[in-house]
């Protein structure tokens, strides 16, 4: 497939001039008389503000059918451009990039013609400067590039933004980056601070652009609600393979602190806009190839934005349509009569077209059809028509329906339509519809149980038209009555035909896509809390898997998750009080006093029973506590390799009593092991998009696993490849390194395991931490063997270094913090400013000097006097002050442990109960209070007085896990149904 000409990285306008577009016709098949005649007449616009000047076209020349890249240094043009550079656009070029990195003097220029090719490569070849004559054709072609403002100076600007450099600063030194302009309008980030000149690395992995009529750093920042300059930095950042949790710690002020799923709602975005260009790009040139292709239509595919425009304007040109009723009637040649309808609308006269023999001609009646039809069409593609309907709708009351579809009863169970009665008579506007309505509407219409139409007022078509009289396809001159109720008849078909239908598609979309992404986002966020609880250390724990027929499975696992014994009761069949005395001697023998409880079948009475012991004091002298944890995923992850490998030789029903069990001890590194999607804490997840939801789910994997670190020396390989950077190869990799040459004693020695490169050493290295007392007590038994040994500072692979720096094979106290080892020289000089030594980290005395020097100077003195920004001397401050082993899931909620339970039938209305977050969705929260059913608090019970004001929330929404105070609103015992209002966070 062949490619796009190149463009020159300049800024670029709004939309693509008159000679981009015919640059572009040039490069194509010869188009038919049509297609000539649609760059004829455009409508009456406003005159653009400013207009790049006309250059003279080149000759056209035959395509190359393969051309090699040539990069050559040339001699100074002029004072502004310098060593200029000429590459070759790739085939695939394809996905829209920004590129911030300045790379002094380089210029990107359009392809030059094949001679002009030849003779650069027979210079390269030779290696001696450029002729005259060569020079000259340069000069010419550089005449099409906008000089760029400053001489020497100036960033390489984007070739896909227009107002990027109004929101940047200029760049002080080659390697530094700043934004230091307020942003254009307010947003939901501008409580931060802007962000700091940083050092940055080159970016040797640029993407190749595709040039669009639209800025991708004003649409992103416009769907996003973030400024201009943040969303630049991101599109960078992404665009050298940072990870999630990297640029969230690592690099917060490019991001103006910016939390993750915000940082993900815009990658999402990002990905969608540049998805939306490829399909741009292929759908170019596939009309191009068909011979099809115009100056109009070239320009209207640039416009779209979404794929709902781009359908709606290159429908007609597919492959094997039948053509519209417009092609038909250009095809009778009635193109003409429509232009002069609107140009010069005197000189029209229909009757001129009549052809008694020809269909669609026959009549005068046919004629003003065929003109109809053709003025329908330029009126639904034209972009400023369709803005100003578009502005139109969002001020209007739009109403989205659904009612019972008309169906045969045999299709469709009744059990299923009466799942949909809210929604069988059901209207409301969309500015107002809830996201969770908007997936159950859509899951009753692929259901055929539903039929879903979107109402416009009426108001909005006569303004409509009103407005395209009036001003935008006014005719020029005097028209005579016949002859405007042809165009209203155009505008009214327009509008019922062409216009409403792409409008209804695009709400549609939009709604679905919104209700998506926060269904996602809930997901992610149940996920989040339950993967960040608060782990049970240092207990002996029983994990019981309930059943009835074949009984209850019994594990009992160490405080070091070990499996100590495995066991099977049978509570329900006759046999508990038997039973009884062998579980009293478990818990006993291994000095076990809490029991954890699968929520599955049985759940219920296998809770009864152990409370009802527990009441009678059974397990004296014991002072035993049970708790009630999900087992959702349990059984899928006990007949998995994983858990193959982990207990070989074990029974599944077992494995799924331990799981249970290390979910309290660990959660996160229990959870980890199943497939988000299985833990059972989202909502509609099976009507998503199923590639949304698990690169949302697993992000927000690695994000949890990252941030709470794991212990290299100790984690499994499940765990370690959920770190950013990580794979499971390079995982595997690691785990293999450790098996073969013993522990790691710092962090360096990860550049010696196969396949982690320095692009993923950075990524991982601040979440991997270095356990110092247990790597002192391997280095003092291994000190004739840790003596005078190196670690390369390069990854020996393909390209060694010449002249590798060896590191000295020793601890690094610094390992066992957040601290990165980008950040050494700063935390170090930082420990000479506070007078304070490596080996005080963690302990009080150094949290007193920290806080000394902070009294004294403050942070914002202390990072500049460092030559660092404030987001990173807080990192490290951090990293000192915390303990070794710190984890900050014990700021989260610990399981709630119980002595006794509470039955349905004894709920008051008006009881005050507390009790835990089970599950949260769009419609409510689910909250188990101990009855063995789950209230609902219906999300409008949940404000934001009653949120805990000490956790940072990003919206009203609790989590999984988080303990509440409640209060019963009704209780509803056929349907066991219970309403609560939330009355605080505990």
């Not at 002192?776 to 840790?786: A, I």
């Not at 420990?831 to 020097?853: D, F, R, Y």
């Amino acid at each position: 497939m062949s490619s796009l000409p190149r463009r020159a990285k300049v800024k670029v306008q709004t939309e693509v001039s008159k000679d981009e577009c015919s640059f572009f016709s040039e490069s194509s098949s010869a188009s038919d008389e049509d297609d000539k005649e649609d760059s004829v007449w455009e409508p009456q616009n406003k005159v653009p503000k400013s207009r790049k000047p006309r250059v003279p076209k080149e000759p056209k020349v035959p395509k190359p059918k393969k051309v090699p890249r040539v990069k050559k240094h040339t001699p100074k043009i002029g004072d502004d451009v310098e060593d200029v550079v000429v590459k070759e656009e790739l085939n695939n070029s394809v996905a829209i990039d920004v590129d911030l990195q300045d790379r002094k003097n380089e210029l990107n220029i359009v392809k030059t013609p094949k001679t002009l090719q030849k003779k650069r490569k027979n210079s390269a070849q030779s290696g001696t400067n450029i002729t005259q004559k060569s020079k000259k054709q340069k000069v010419e072609e550089t005449s099409r590039v906008t000089n760029l403002e400053g001489e020497n100076s100036s960033p390489e600007t984007p070739s896909t933004s227009t107002l990027w450099e109004g929101a940047c600063k200029k760049e002080k030194n080659e390697e530094d980056f700043t934004f230091g302009q307020s942003p254009l309008k307010k947003m939901k980030t501008t409580t931060c601070p802007q962000g700091q000149p940083v050092k940055f690395p080159a970016n040797a992995n640029s993407k190749e652009e595709v040039q669009m009529n639209w800025d991708i750093v004003q649409v992103l920042s416009e769907r996003t609600n973030i400024e201009l300059w943040v969303c630049a930095n991101i599109i960078r950042l992404f665009n050298d393979e940072n990870t999630i949790p990297f640029i969230v710690r690592y690099r917060k002020e490019l991001i103006n602190n910016l939390d993750a799923d915000s940082l993900r709602e815009v990658q999402q975005t990002l990905e969608d806009l540049r998805a939306v260009a490829k399909k741009v790009h292929s759908t170019i040139q596939k009309i191009k190839k068909d011979g099809k292709m115009s100056e109009c239509l070239f320009k209207a595919l640039l416009n779209c934005k979404t794929f709902e425009e781009l359908e709606h304007v290159s429908a007609p040109y597919k492959t094997g349509s039948k053509g519209t009723k417009a092609q038909r009637a250009k095809q009778l040649g009635l193109e003409g009569a429509a232009r002069t309808l609107l140009e010069n609308p005197g000189a029209l006269n229909l009757l001129s077209y009549l052809k008694p023999n020809v269909k669609g001609l026959s009549t005068l009646l046919e004629i003003e059809t065929g003109v109809q039809h053709i003025l329908a069409d330029m009126i639904a593609k034209d972009k400023d028509t369709l803005d100003f309907i578009r502005t139109l709708c969002q001020n209007r009351p739009i109403c989205i329906q659904s009612s019972l579809a008309k169906m045969s009863s045999t299709k469709v169970n009744e059990k299923d339509v009466d799942k949909f009665q809210l929604y069988q008579n059901f209207s409301c506007y969309i500015r107002n519809i809830h996201h969770h309505q908007i997936l159950a509407i859509n899951r009753g219409e692929n259901l055929k149980i539903l039929t879903v139409k979107i109402n416009f007022p009426d108001q909005v078509k006569n303004e409509f038209c009103r407005w395209c009289i009036q001003n935008r396809w006014r005719p020029r001159g005097f028209a005579r009555p016949e002859l405007m109720k042809v165009l209203h008849n155009s505008l009214d078909d327009s509008f019922k035909r062409l216009i409403y239908p792409l409008l209804c598609r695009e709400f549609r979309a939009k709604l679905t896509s919104d209700a998506e992404k926060e269904s996602v986002m809930m997901f992610g966020r149940n996920l989040r809390q339950l993967l960040l609880t608060s782990p049970v250390r240092g207990r002996t724990l029983m994990g019981v898997d309930p059943g009835y027929k074949h009984g209850c499975k019994l594990a009992i696992i160490s405080p070091t998750s070990q499996i100590l014994h495995t066991d099977v009761v049978y509570l329900h069949s006759g046999q508990g009080f038997r039973e009884a005395e062998k579980i009293k001697k478990l818990l006993l023998n291994f000095n076990c006093s809490t029991v954890v409880i699968g929520n599955g079948t049985a759940c219920r009475e296998t809770e009864a029973y152990f409370a009802d012991l527990i009441m009678k004091n059974y397990f004296a002298p014991l002072d035993v506590v049970y708790c009630i944890v999900s087992e959702a995923g349990a059984s899928i992850y006990s007949v998995s390799p994983e858990a193959n490998k982990e207990m070989p030789g074990l029974d599944p029903n077992l494995r799924s009593a331990v799981s249970i069990a290390r979910r309290v001890q660990d959660p996160l590194a229990e959870l980890v092991k199943i497939e988000p999607k299985h833990i059972g804490v989202g909502m509609y997840q099976h009507d998503v998009s199923q590639i949304l939801l698990k690169a949302t789910l697993d992000s927000i994997v690695e994000e949890c696993v990252s941030f709470v670190g794991v212990d290299i020396n100790i984690c499994s390989e499940v765990l370690l490849r959920h770190i950013a950077g990580l794979n499971a190869n390079r995982a595997k990799n690691i785990i293999e390194w450790r098996e073969k040459n013993g522990p790691f004693i710092n962090r360096e020695q990860l550049k010696k395991v196969k396949g982690l490169g320095p692009k993923s050493f950075q990524q991982c290295a601040g979440f991997i931490r270095i356990n110092q007392d247990y790597i002192q007590t391997f280095c003092s038994q291994h000190t004739d063997s840790s003596a005078d040994v190196g670690v390369t500072n390069e990854k020996q692979g393909k390209k060694k270094s010449k002249t590798p720096v060896n590191v000295v094979l020793k601890p690094n106290p610094l390992d066992q913090t957040c601290i990165h080892p980008e950040s050494y020289d700063i935390a170090v000089r930082f420990l000479s400013a506070i007078g304070g030594t490596l080996h005080e980290i963690g302990k009080p005395e150094m949290q007193q000097k920290i806080n000394s020097l902070l009294e004294k100077d403050g942070i914002q003195k202390i990072a500049e006097g460092m030559q660092t920004t404030v987001p990173t001397l807080q990192v490290i401050i951090d990293g000192l002050s915390q303990p070794e082993s710190y984890d900050f899931r014990t700021d989260f909620d610990q399981p709630d442990f119980k002595r006794s339970i509470v039955c349905l039938e004894d709920l008051q209305v008006g009881a005050v109960l507390t009790g835990k977050v089970q599950n949260a969705t769009l419609f409510g929260i689910f909250v188990d209070i101990g009855v063995g059913k789950a209230g609902l608090i219906p999300i409008r019970n949940v404000t934001e007085a009653k949120l805990s004001k000490t956790k940072k929330r990003r919206s009203l929404g609790l989590g999984p896990g988080e303990r509440v105070e409640v209060r019963v609103v009704q209780v509803d015992l056929p349907r066991s149904r219970i309403t609560l209002d939330l009355i605080r966070v505990l």
